[in-house]
């Protein structure tokens, strides 16, 4: 490609410039902190008050039920650890799913080793929750079900309002992990009877460093920084005020657009999808076809290795990401495409390209071009193409 | 991440194909790790490695270490190839990130998968050469993380 075309928006996104724009003074004339009394802190206060507010409509809820966070990863970790703490009294078990974010798995695994019983659920081959399974796992002792919203790795959406609906009826407190979702699909956190709710900043074009936990009122959590009373004295510490500023200017910008910016993500989304199969044989489409966020694109492409293609990739100026063992640091490839059943040669040659408001379709049509020839290249060269085809001729 | 000599084998990787009627033929590794090597070699009556050819799944570093692997026995005696070590591999790429370190190993093990094979199709016996393990899927050992 003649520039450089990023089609990773899941792992993170460029910041607006209108994003920045709306920053910038609050890190020089606009500096003021907002628990001050005189006029420098009260208009950064209103800074922070109408974030609040923008960030609250946006999933249907007021002002006081946002904390804000240092990201998503913070906001799973709190929402896990202060409610397993806040409710050890009714009991220590809760359930959640096998294709979940490390920081809700890896916070679960810490729950463990403290004592707390965890149960994962299985998802089927599109990597949907099993719901009769969820169901069936309920416990007297059961006191939270964290599920995601969307997966971030096969962009499959949960079915959150039924979960939400079967939390509620059993009186358990229901958190999702809505970073992937947030602003990809609509979100009414009471329809949805959605407890808590993870939100990130630089997947939807804010900063990075920012987030928002949801935190339905009455619902008891204990205090995660302790010191002032910042965001109602459950997380102390002066406030990130450009952050909070530059993502209550994306989440404006994103609520106002996400139709039409969905609307035309979905129609790239599927002439890749359907140009891929067309012209790449022995490859599988990873997650749900319509159950799927907008921008999310995964298949897994038989023959040939995920670490492989994404430098291929990168020396033609397109940034993607893989599943496969060599980029995730250990031998073992994915847990999400292990989860909905891939065997592991199959997950090790996943390639994952999310898609962001201003690809064009001279890009789509441009990587697809790319990714057929390095596709090809890599299983000239591999042993396992070279043996079925000895064994099949070739025939599908 | 990689060094450009690996980048170098891994864009441009030298002996790629296969070799038909091959004098031996190694394969090692390990779908579910994500490696698989193979290595061709046409050896003449002197015992000199005339030929070599490789192909193999799996990442950058695998690659390129077969790609490398596959230089430094070229035109070397069958004795000369069996000293060829990981080692050598890695210091001939200038190094490997640690994680890929298995990489090399694996380019080792095909070279003498591959030499076992010639040896046994010839009723020769290679000197220093251990049975290499035959089942592919128990050519690696897990490592913890």
Redesign the interface.
Known sequence: MDHLVYLDHAATTAARPEVVEAMLPYFTEKYGNPSSIYSLGSETKAAITHAREVMAKSIGTTSENIYFTAGGSESDNWALVATAEAYASKGKHIITSKIEHHAILHTCEYLASRGYEITYIDVDENGVIKLDQLKAAIRPDTILISVMFANNEIGTIQPIEEIGAIAKEHGILFHTDAVQAYCQVPIDVDQMHIDMLSVSGHKINGPKGIGFLYIRKGVKIRSFIHGGAQERKRRAGTENVPGIVGLGKAVEMAVADMAERTAKEIELRDRMIDAIYKRIPYARLNGDRTRRLPNNVNFSFQ??????ML?MLD?AHICASSG???TS???D?SHVLLAIGL???IA?GSLRLTLGYDNTQEEIDGVVDEIEKIVARLR???????DFIKKTGGNK | MYSEKV?DH??H?RN?G?IENASGVG?VGN????????IYFDIDDNQVIRDVKF?????????ATSSMATELVKGKTIYEALEVTNKAVMEALDGLPP??VHCSLLAEEAIHAALWDYAEKNGIKIEGLQKPKNDISEG?E??D?
């Open positions: 023959f040939v290795e995920g670490e492989s430098i020396m496969s063992a060599c640091g250990s031998l490839p065997p592991h040669e090790h000239s060269m591999s042993p396992l193409y070279e | 980048m891994f864009q990787p790629v296969e394969t779908a579910k790790c994500g490696d698989i090597m193979r192909k193999t799944f799996g990442c950058g570093a695998a690659v994680v890929k690696e897990e490592e993380y």
